[in-house]
């Protein structure tokens, strides 16, 4: 598919889905803190839906407990193509604090492989740390996710001195 | 001729602008929230962005397309006689039209249930039932408040009192709360579009703005042919005061909150059944 092409309409009408795959919540309730009047992120035409169905964008927090990861896969599968994911919080990033539990399987760096099996294909991932995430930070995470906002950081890399 | 060409045009217009004046509802929601909101074209963005998206037809999938290509054809097409009505007939007689139309409008909402139902989603399923109840809670009135509008004659009281059963079914009709129970979807997750992506929910979209804009006019004809205007005069105001009943709708959705799924039918049925009574008791009284 021409991600080019359909990016450019989504950019004007991101319709966003919140799948918890097992979070402490905190996460979650910044989530709904960047969805509330005062962001006002309709002004950029993004909306909550309560179907993976409607979905453009899936806000994904959590660092996926076993218990969850049926229904994770199950979601993001029942998602139209293009699937973007924004993965929030030290937990959806890398597991966070839960990272080697035997509860959960770290975050979604691993559930990317489980998926890659199932043959769930994802078209693009943006990944917003924090812990929890600042709902600015959402914001600004979505924007990326659909280039309407250069992404700051850059990967560098660092040498040991004289290694 | 003229007068098909000229329906054609009405309907056009009609089916074109009712996404803007949905944006436009958007906007004055935000105003009241105090912050800016999407654009007035907003919800065409989203219908735009729904047709570029991926086709996924869901479980019975031949039933759900085939309803919903069915009920917004229904809709267009209520929507294009409720336009001819006025420039066809003579006030006072209950022609053809009036019977199709009527037809139509039951048809689309049984059609919206039957979509439910065929996608084979618990969600869904009750979305389709709680359709059902409101249609049975609303629908009878509309069509008989209607009826007494069009044949209803010289009886100012009698069609005020219709006028008023009318209003109420057509805020119904609008599917905005607290009668958006089917679709309800911060709390029943879509409810009879939880399974539709794509175009599919594009076009459900679509159908939803539809029956508000119908449910706009509908409300706007009723008042322009009580004031006493028929024929091009009726069809030119109407759709004037299309607009202005639209923006009507949503101020009452905006202040209206959330009512428990039982109640918006019981009160409609409280609402509307004496309502009725009193309106059929003036009409005996020749008022
Ligand atoms: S990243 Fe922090 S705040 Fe977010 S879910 Fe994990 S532990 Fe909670």
């Known amino acids: 598919m021409d991600l080019a092409k359909a990016l450019k309409a989504i950019r004007r009408s991101i319709w966003v889905y919140h799948l918890n795959s097992g979070s402490c919540n905190a996460c979650d309730i910044e989530v709904l803190d960047a969805l509330t009047p005062y962001f006002d992120v309709e002004r950029f035409g993004i909306k909550l839906v309560g179907s993976p169905r409607h979905a453009d964008v899936v806000l994904f927090t959590g660092p996926v407990t076993r218990e969850s990861l049926p229904k994770v896969v199950r979601a993001l599968k029942a998602m139209p193509r293009p699937r973007l994911l924004l993965v929030l919080g030290s937990c959806g990033v890398g597991g966070g604090i839960w990272w080697d539990t035997y509860a959960t399987i770290g975050g979604f760096s691993k559930l990317e492989e489980i998926l890659r099996e199932q043959g769930v294909e994802v078209d693009r991932v943006v990944y917003v740390p924090g812990c929890p995430v600042r709902p600015e930070a959402i914001i600004y995470g979505i924007l990326v996710l659909l280039g309407l906002a250069e992404q700051k950081v850059r990967e560098v890399e660092v040498h040991a001195p004289g290694g | ?287």
Not at chain 2, 176 to 196: C, Q, T
Not at chain 2, 232 to 256: K, R
Request: hydrophobic share 55%; proline share 5%.
């Open chain 2, 1 to 287: 001729m003229l007068h098909s060409i000229l329906t054609l045009v009405a309907s056009l217009v009609g089916v074109v602008l009712a996404p803007v004046y949905d944006g436009l509802e958007r906007k004055l929601r935000a105003a009241i929230h105090t912050r800016i909101g999407p654009p007035v074209l907003q919800t065409w963005y989203d219908l735009v962005k729904l047709f570029s998206k991926e086709l996924v037809i869901p479980e019975g999938g031949t039933w759900c397309v085939l309803t919903l290509a069915l009920e917004i054809t229904a809709l267009v097409a209520s929507i294009a006689l409720l336009n001819y009505i006025p420039l066809v007939t003579i006030p006072g007689v209950v022609g053809v039209e009036v019977a199709a139309f009527i037809a139509l409008l039951t048809v689309a909402t049984a059609l919206t249930m039957v979509r439910a139902v065929a996608q084979n989603n618990v969600y869904s399923v009750v979305g389709g039932f709680r359709e059902f109840t409101l249609a049975l809670s609303s629908e009878p009135f509309l069509v008989f408040s209607y009826l007494a509008l069009v044949a209803g004659g010289e009886r100012p009281v009698f069609r005020i009192s219709s006028l008023l059963i009318l209003t109420i079914c057509a805020y119904v009709l609008s599917s905005r709360i607290p009668y958006d129970i089917a679709e309800a979807e911060p709390e029943l997750s879509a409810g009879v579009n939880i399974e539709l992506a794509g175009p599919l929910l594009g076009v459900a979209t679509m159908s939803t703005v539809l029956r508000r804009f119908l449910a706009a006019e509908l409300t706007a004809l009723a008042l322009v042919s009580t004031a006493g205007f028929w024929s091009y005069q009726a069809l030119v105001l109407s759709l004037a005061l299309t607009p202005a009943v639209w923006v009507v709708h949503a101020l009452v959705s905006i202040l209206l909150g959330r009512t428990r799924v039982d109640v918006g039918p019981r009160t409609l049925l409280l609402t509307l059944f004496p309502l009725s009574v009193v309106t059929i008791t003036i009409y005996g009284l020749g008022l």
